[in-house]
């Protein structure tokens, strides 16, 4: 499926990401692409990177009489608090459009009020989208139509995995996959700083960092076991990995992760407010 012509306000780091990974997978033409935001940089970056975009002054009239009036999906990707200021630029010309919000906490009926109409989905995607293996979930309101859910899930699943939830579902979707690759990353940085402590190269111990984060959630997801079942199986009786769980428990990782998670959602549920 080829996506219609779609402009996205933002073009930060979560916009490279999803919209890059989307022209990467082909699911979006470059040409098919128009940014607004407030920088010259920013503008720069994309049509360096993504020649045949087109570029717009965030509040200017070409904004609005060109890139929203042409397209058919308007994707908000500014911050949270930025929001407002968005939909005061483009207030009267979104009737019409497919609107898909991206930032974190802003409420379906913050944005419907906004847009004018209830054609609005909220998305929570994640950063890996740029490699094709973004982590996505969306609720919609009441006028988006089944083809639009089409359009949403062939744009977030040509990067990755997408799931429908309900929009109360969304602040822990935000604390598991949208906050989720920082954790795993802080992680992947951590197993290869042991590695160095070990007395590893760094990169020996990075490329092994990562490799066995890969290998192990391929494992989860192939093998269908249960995460808990897997790692029994790397434990031998009185070895070298029980000995590391034992660690782990006692510097409660469990708990600290269970908290991560509780702790961005609760940031998400304030940032509604
Ligand atoms: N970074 C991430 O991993 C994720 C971010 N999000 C959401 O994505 C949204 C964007 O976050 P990032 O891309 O990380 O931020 P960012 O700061 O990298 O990008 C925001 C962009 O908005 C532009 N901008 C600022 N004011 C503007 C205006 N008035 N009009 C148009 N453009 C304007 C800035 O120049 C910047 O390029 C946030 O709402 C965040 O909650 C959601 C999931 C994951
Ligand atoms: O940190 C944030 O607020 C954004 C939303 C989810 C990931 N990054």
């Not at 906004?114 to 909220?122: F, L, N, P, S």
């Amino acid at each position: 499926m080829k996506l219609p012509h779609l402009t996205v306000i933002g073009g930060g780091q979560m916009a490279r990401a999803l919209v890059g990974g989307m022209i990467d997978q082909s699911v979006l033409d470059a040409e098919k692409l128009s940014v607004i935001a407030n920088s010259e940089s920013t503008g720069q970056w994309w049509q360096e990177n993504y020649p045949g975009c087109e570029f717009y002054t965030a509040g200017s009239s070409e904004a609005t009489d060109k890139a929203i009036a042409g397209s058919e999906i308007i994707m908000l990707a500014v911050k949270p608090h930025i929001i407002p200021t968005v939909l005061a630029d483009t207030q009267g010309h979104l009737m019409g459009k497919l609107v898909i919000s991206v930032a974190a906490g802003v409420p379906l009926a913050k944005l419907t009020e906004g847009a004018g109409h209830k054609r609005v989905a909220r998305v929570m995607p994640n950063t890996p989208s740029l490699v094709g293996e973004g982590a996505s979930a969306y609720c919609s309101a009441d006028e988006v139509t089944a083809a639009d859910v089409e359009s949403i899930e062939a744009m977030l699943g040509s990067v990755g995995y997408v799931a429908p939830v309900t929009e109360g579902q969304l602040d822990a979707v935000t604390g598991v996959s949208g906050s989720g690759p920082a954790y795993v990353f802080l992680i992947i940085e951590a197993l290869a700083d042991g590695g160095v402590a070990a007395g590893l190269p760094r990169k020996t111990a990075l490329d092994l960092a990562i490799q066995t984060v890969r290998g192990a959630a391929t494992m989860v997801r192939d093998t269908g076991e249960h995460p808990g079942v897997l790692k029994d199986k790397v434990c031998s009786p009185g070895g070298t990995t029980i000995a590391a769980i034992r660690s782990l428990e006692q510097n409660a990782v469990r708990g600290a992760l269970i908290d991560a998670v509780a702790a961005s959602a609760g940031r998400s549920r304030e940032l509604a407010q």
